[in-house]
């Protein structure tokens, strides 16, 4: 059998996207938004998932575009509460592939509850979280992962709040796939992404991406070429990381499979063993 080319794969993956839906997108040029877009749909083309069989849901922000240019089942939710919704369709179609696409000021500010308490459930969702350390569509305010001393529209003389890890966090709540790369690393982000769509239960990709925008002009860091340029420099895989002292992780990324369980049980797993212990008894 004659290898795939190139060719042969790209248009295949041109199947999983909306060509009439407002190409090119509305993402500034050079934003992460698009590696990691690409990375999701390789991912999803290596696993030879039907499109059908999945269902891609989104908050507000640059990151929830993403489901208006995938030719996915797709809801564009209100701010916040793409998980919410995420965890009723997965609840009414356990069968389905349910993926979020979201930022880091939707899933961690006004969605933090709700990103708790997906991952305290353990419910089988792929949670994509885009990491830019700033609010992009809605001005350059600061949010929940903007480090401390970092300028941001709201915050002109730097952040004094200390910036939650995403990563950390769904762990602790209950989590059992997390993950972290950068967007300078598409390769390997999209391999990360296949894992955890393949794990059984509530999977956290945080993928590093970069704001050139607001808040690479903001903090001096340069244009979209230096941002990720500079992930490179400052990403540590987890091996390595494990051996570092602390003070030598202070500004890095370690990137890699953080954390994975596979003895928990899935939400919906639990659940549908309720509902047979109860037929039963009828």
């Known amino acids: 059998m004659a290898a795939t080319t190139e060719k042969q794969r790209s248009d295949a993956i041109l199947t999983y996207l909306r060509p009439r839906k407002k190409f090119p997108s509305v993402w500034c040029a050079g934003c992460g938004n698009g590696i990691v877009m690409s990375a999701l ?30 030719d996915f089942n797709s809801l564009h939710t209100t ?8 965890t009723g369709a997965k609840f009414a179609q356990p069968k389905m592939k349910v993926i979020v696409v979201t930022g880091d000021g939707d899933s961690l500010a006004i ?15 792929t949670c994509i979280l885009i990491n830019n350390h700033i609010y992009g569509m809605t001005g350059g305010q600061g949010s929940p992962t903007t480090p401390a001393g970092s300028f941001s529209t709201t915050t002109p003389f730097g952040n004094s709040e200390k910036a939650f890890d995403p990563c950390a966090l769904a762990q602790a709540a209950g989590a059992t796939f997390v993950a972290r790369h950068t967007v300078h690393h598409a390769p390997q982000l999209e391999k990360i992404i296949m894992q955890a769509i393949e794990h059984r239960g509530f999977s956290l990709v945080e993928a590093i991406s970069n704001c050139h ?26 091996t390595k990381a494990k051996d570092m002292p602390a003070e030598e992780l202070v500004g890095k990324f370690v990137v890699g499979n953080l954390y994975e369980n596979n003895v928990k049980t899935e939400f919906c797993d639990e659940y549908q063993k309720m509902v047979d212990m109860l037929a039963a008894r009828k």
């Open 41 to 70: 749909v390789r991912a999803i083309d290596n696993l030879k998932l039907d499109k059908n069989e999945v269902i891609m849901v989104s908050g507000i922000g640059c990151t929830s575009r993403m489901p208006v240019y995938l």
């Open 79 to 86: 701010h916040g509460r793409a998980l919410a919704f995420a």
């Open 111 to 125: 969605g933090g509850n709700h990103f708790i308490h997906a991952c305290r459930r353990n419910i089988d969702i």
């Open 213 to 238: 925008t607001y808040y690479g002009r903001l903090n001096k860091s340069g244009d979209a070429v230096a941002m990720i340029k500079s992930f490179k420099e400052r990403a540590v895989p987890v």
